[in-house]
């Protein structure tokens, strides 16, 4: 099994400030993988999840501010669809880097449970 080289995992913790993402500030950046309005990245993190994570307009509001600071996301125009203007966002190399480090941790996770709980169903 392939395991990140260590320098990798320390640069990905100097570059987050933590070990994980929350389940919202993953599937936002998940959804910022083309460029999208807050009001869309609601709808497609909502369907990614299937129904299961339903991110309100303040916590969307607050994680894109977060996003913004830490260099994650940046914004990318607007868009004036519907009935007004709306601010686009997307992704940055920076935050691929740390969804891709966020994936692989998961994965590890994922694989871990796999091989060592009894009875998984595979």
């Known amino acids: 099994m392939y395991r990140e080289p260590i ?3 320390a640069i990905y913790h100097m570059k987050t400030n933590s070990a994980a993402l929350t ?4 599937y936002i950046l998940l959804a910022l993988q083309e460029p ?6 609601m709808q ?8 299961r994570l339903i991110l309100s307009a303040g916590t969307l509001y607050g994680a894109i501010s977060n996003l913004l600071e830490k260099g994650w996301i940046t914004p990318c125009g607007e868009s004036t669809e519907g009935d007004g203007r709306r601010k686009m966002y997307q992704i940055t190399d920076l935050g691929q880097e740390v969804l891709q480090a966020e994936y692989n941790r998961l994965k590890e996770l ?9 009875n998984v169903q595979k």
Do not use: L
């Open 7 to 9: 320098y990798r995992q």
């Open 23 to 26: 389940e919202a500030i993953y």
């Open 36 to 41: 999208i309005h807050g009001y869309g990245i």
């Open 44 to 51: 497609k993190t909502s369907s990614m999840s299937n129904g």
């Open 110 to 118: 994922v694989e871990n449970g796999t091989n060592n709980i009894k």
